[in-house]
């Protein structure tokens, strides 16, 4: 019997680790703009250590074990029919191919921000973004990080500490940061923030200007929507969380009113036989938090169960964000619980026991060695 070909559109954090899990059983073909994993994790460490984020979360497809049965697509998505059981992809050189599929898995992300964009982008591309944001922010004496999520949260932490002569300001519009987070969470933060020298600025709200889209590290005044002063800094790092999800490429009936796609609790889009969806660009719930949860587990097994017939599982998201905040640490990194208990990794077991053994063996199944990526010099 032939074997099913599942196509997954988007190679991202979510599209990895689904293609890992459905490649032993199917025929896989990933579509991906970047080629390797760019990881939408850890913008902190990625702004101020961008070596030390390559070496974990910018990693070629290549040395995935698991995606060598994957046979991967470097290129932009550009169509789907639904009803002939294909997408588009456009490849670099310019090309036009159809891919045809028995399932079609949606995982294409959201645009976040400079360092999360939809293009087509070489090896090299990726090395110059994250070594150009970073030798800006170096270069600069004062940084205003314009957002209370966990994003700006991060940023703001990690540029403190990288460059403690820099001054750096945290500006948000609640109360506190973290308004997703457990209140134990958002009071660890805030005192982590202030300890390595953050000045934490609340009920700050932007005045976005119409059509601004929050892609570049500016320099301009930032105007604020309550009438406080104007503030004026070196680089504004923007992380107010204003996504984009990126389905221009597929039919706008599976969409919901703000672009993002459609889906059952068992992550089925409706009304499209063996068309699933995962990942930030589903509409799960108001957080789509089958990004942050592991729902490529599920998603495999309820692939497996469209062709099988067999009963399907459903998608239950948590009540608010747990996980990482701030990233590694001087002294380790501190993952949250849902409940706003922080588990601590010490600094020693980051590179001997949770990135070698958790993350690369145990999650990914194995990751080769490879060449490191050398972003930052001297």
């Known amino acids: 019997m032939d074997r099913k070909r599942v196509v997954i559109a988007g190679l991202g954090d979510t599209g990895v680790l689904t293609a890992i899990r459905l490649a032993r059983r199917f025929d896989v073909v990933g579509v991906s703009v970047n080629p390797g994993l760019v990881s939408g994790q850890e913008l902190g460490t990625r702004l101020a250590r961008p070596d030390d984020w390559a070496r974990n979360y910018w990693i070629g497809f290549d040395r995935f074990r698991e995606l060598d049965r994957v046979r991967t697509v470097h290129g932009a998505l550009t169509g789907a029919d639904l009803s002939a059981r294909t997408v588009s992809v456009r490849d670099a050189d310019g090309a036009t191919r159809v891919e045809p599929y028995d399932a079609l898995v949606i995982?294409?992300?959201?645009?976040?921000?400079?360092?999360?964009?939809?293009?087509?982008?070489?090896a090299r591309d990726v090395d110059t973004g994250l070594r150009t944001a970073h030798e800006r922010l170096g270069?600069?004496?004062?940084?205003?990080?314009?957002?209370?999520?966990?994003?700006?949260?991060?940023?703001?932490?990690?540029?403190?500490?990288?460059?403690?002569?820099?001054?750096?300001?945290?500006?948000?519009?609640?109360?506190?940061?973290?308004?997703?987070h457990h209140r134990r969470t958002?009071?660890?933060?805030?005192?982590?923030?202030?300890?390595?020298?953050?000045?934490?600025?609340?009920?700050?709200?932007a005045a976005v200007p119409e059509g601004f889209d929050c892609a570049a590290i500016t320099s301009e005044p930032v105007q604020w929507t309550g009438g406080q002063a104007p503030v004026q800094a070196d680089?504004?790092?923007?992380?107010?969380?204003r996504v984009r999800p990126n389905t221009a490429w597929l039919p706008a009936d599976i969409l919901d009113e703000r672009g993002f796609v459609r889906v059952t609790p068992e992550l089925r889009v409706p009304g499209h036989d063996g068309v699933f969806a995962v990942g930030d660009v589903a509409a799960t719930d108001p957080l789509r938090s089958s990004a942050r949860n592991r729902a490529d587990g599920l998603l495999a097994r309820n692939v497996a169960a469209h062709f099988t017939g067999g009963r399907m599982r459903s998608y239950r998201p948590p009540a608010g964000r747990w996980g990482s905040v701030l990233g590694v640490q001087p002294d380790g990194l501190e993952v949250f619980a849902p409940n706003g208990f922080a588990f601590r990794f010490p600094s020693w077991s980051i590179e001997r026991v949770l990135q070698p053994w958790i993350v690369r063996r145990g999650i990914y199944r194995g990751v080769r060695a490879g060449d490191q990526n050398i972003v930052t010099k001297g």
């Open 139 to 180: 270069s600069a004496r004062s940084v205003a990080v314009i957002g209370g999520g966990a994003a700006a949260a991060s940023s703001a932490a990690n540029i403190a500490v990288r460059w403690p002569d820099t001054r750096v300001g945290l500006y948000y519009p609640g109360e506190h940061p973290l308004p997703q």
């Open 235 to 241: 680089a504004v790092l923007w992380a107010i969380g």
């Open 186 to 205: 958002r009071k660890r933060v805030e005192s982590r923030l202030a300890a390595v020298g953050v000045t934490l600025h609340p009920g700050h709200r």
């Open 107 to 122: 995982s294409t992300g959201v645009t976040n921000g400079f360092w999360r964009q939809p293009v087509l982008q070489s």
